[in-house]
Each structure stands twice: as structure tokens, then as C-alpha cells.
């Protein structure tokens, strides 16, 4: 709860730009893109795999 309370501090602060503020936000979109599109990638990623290793396997096994 205090890191709440010195981030509110923060809020009105006139030495805060609004470059600043717009970078936050940036930050915080990169991270939370970055957090959601990671382990996606990595699900379809295991998923093309998987399913092309089924394939090499049927065909071997049919030949």
C-alpha cells in the first residue's frame, strides 16, 4: 500500500512532464503486450510442431 501512496504523490507533481507520463504508459503497454504475446507465440509455436511431427510420424509409419 505505500508504493500506492508514493506513486499518487507522483501524480500532480510539476516537475512531471507529459513526455514523461506518455512513456509510462508506452512502458506499460509494451510490458503487458510482451507478458500475453510471449506465451502465445509459444503455444502456437509447440502447437505447429506438434502437429507436424504427427504428420512425419504417420507417414513413416504408413511407408
Known amino acids: 500500500m505505500r508504493a500506492v501512496g508514493g506513486l499518487w504523490r507522483w501524480r500532480r507533481n510539476p516537475l512531471r512532464r507529459a513526455t514523461d507520463l506518455a512513456e509510462a504508459w508506452l ?28 504428420r512425419s510420424v504417420r507417414a513413416q509409419q504408413q511407408s
Open 27 to 54: 512502458a506499460l503497454t509494451v510490458l503487458l503486450l510482451v507478458t500475453l504475446a510471449a506465451p502465445l507465440a509459444g503455444v502456437l509455436t509447440g502447437s505447429a510442431a506438434h502437429a507436424s511431427l504427427q
